[in-house]
């Protein structure tokens, strides 16, 4: 459970991560909002790290946050991609108002979607089986992206797979 977790020990995590890299071509963290030594070890080997928020004034404040407390531990700003969760057409506070108040751009937005995340929370309906509001396509355009060379040279690599850790 997540007694484990936090009382883990961060060479024992720094340790696992580097094994698990060896055998996955992606390893994708949550680590969450807490900033924990364990934390730190996986962000030391963080490729790529995603800060997610949604355009309300609390998260981008907790955004803003989590990116001091990254640039204080040594994390670059390109290392930091910002994704925007629930993303409405209308937003309160917009795109560029939020890269403003948090002085760097946005990566990448996923857009609301009312219906197909419950069902994939609550009912167990991956939404890529509904792809409703392009949400699946969204996901896979944006991890092609991130991937060199694109989704094309994905499908040609090793047998590898991706591993998420959450």
């Known amino acids: 459970g ?30 969450g909002a807490t900033a924990d030594a ?3 070890a996986a962000l030391a080997q963080s490729d790529l790290i995603h800060v997610v928020t949604t355009l309300d004034l609390l998260a981008l ?14 994390m670059t700003r390109e ?11 209308n937003p309160y506070i917009t795109k560029d108002e939020a890269e403003k108040v948090l002085e760097h751009k946005i990566a990448w937005t996923v857009p609301l979607d009312m219906r197909s995340i419950p069902e994939a929370l609550n ?13 699946s396509t969204c996901f896979e355009d944006y991890a092609a992206s991130l991937v060199p060379g694109g989704a094309s040279s994905a499908s040609t690599r090793s047998s590898k797979k991706v591993l998420g850790i959450f």
Not at 2 to 31: G, H
Not at 79 to 89: M, P, T
Request: net charge positive.
């Open 2 to 31: 997540s007694e484990k977790a936090a009382t883990a020990d961060p060479a024992r995590i720094s340790q696992l991560l580097k094994f698990v890299r060896e055998q996955y071509d992606c390893v994708v963290l949550n680590t």
């Open 38 to 40: 364990t934390t730190q």
């Open 61 to 74: 404040r907790r955004a803003q946050w989590c990116m001091r407390r990254l640039e204080q531990t040594g």
């Open 79 to 89: 290392l930091i991609r910002l994704v925007v969760n629930r993303f409405d057409r």
């Open 123 to 135: 009912d167990g309906i991956p939404f890529v089986s509904r792809n409703r509001n392009g949400l």
